[in-house]
């Protein structure tokens, strides 16, 4: 048991036995405990297997590489729509646990196996993005800010595109190009901060502004 995880779990308040169960269950099968991006990760052989995560109203235990765990009872659920490799389980309640145990335990030892095998997630390219006319125009006008979207993985892209183009108004499309455009030149997606933390997942402690 890592000391850093006593002291994570001591500040989330009404959730605290949640996360105790949660740990519990991932150390008996074997798993090392460390503090990895401020939340509690559990690996085998240094390979990162599941992360526990707090939230105001719930619980979240996440698999890596959740999308390769045969879930048959399809118990697991995506972290957000654009999801490619993780999967959670979501809980408020230690009898939420109880209730699917002998699940969630198949999971990490499936999870655990996954790793034994080396095996990876294959992320396949996405197709063309359609991007924005918005976005072209600012790009066509700043060569460099042209130069760096470019190099951004396709991931990245593709998260720059969805949030473009989830505005309905040409005018604030126009605006949220702009004001990624100091981030598109720092290299970084939309999900990242400036303090190297995702912020998606893990979350920054909030010290640090996502421009």
């Known amino acids: 048991m890592n000391p850093l995880i006593d002291d ?8 605290q036995s949640v996360m105790e169960s949660l740990r519990g269950m991932l150390l008996e099968c074997s798993l090392t405990e460390e ?8 690996t085998f052989n240094g390979k990162n297997v599941c992360i526990i995560g ?20 399809k118990l697991l659920q995506k972290p957000g729509e ?3 490799s993780i999967m959670i389980f979501k809980f408020t309640s230690n009898k939420e646990i109880l209730d699917i145990e002998q699940d969630i335990k198949s999971c990490i030892y499936e999870a655990i196996e996954i790793e034994k095998a080396g ?15 918005e976005l072209l125009k600012i790009l066509e006008e700043k060569p460099d800010l042209k130069k760096a979207f470019y190099a951004l993985t396709p991931g990245r892209q593709r998260g720059y595109n969805l949030h473009f183009s989830g505005a309905k108004q040409s005018a604030t ?10 981030k ?4 970084l997606g939309m999900q990242d ?16 502004k996502y421009l």
């Not at 503090?35 to 559990?42: D, E, F």
């Not at 095996?119 to 006319?133: G, R, S, Y």
């Not at 598109?184 to 290299?187: K, P, Q, R, Y």
């Open 193 to 208: 901060c400036y303090c190297g933390q995702s912020k998606r997942y893990p979350r920054c402690d909030g010290s640090h």
């Open 54 to 73: 707090k939230f105001k109203e719930y619980v979240v235990l996440s698999f890596m590489k959740g999308v390769l765990l045969k879930d048959d009872l």
């Open 8 to 15: 994570y779990i001591a500040r989330s308040y009404n959730l």
């Open 184 to 187: 598109i030149l720092a290299g």
């Open 173 to 182: 499309r126009t605006s949220r190009v702009i004001e990624a455009s100091p």
């Open 35 to 42: 503090l990895k991006w401020k939340v509690p990760t559990y």
């Open 82 to 84: 654009n999801s490619r």
């Open 119 to 133: 095996l990876k997630v294959d992320i396949q390219p996405t197709d063309k993005l359609d991007f924005p006319e």
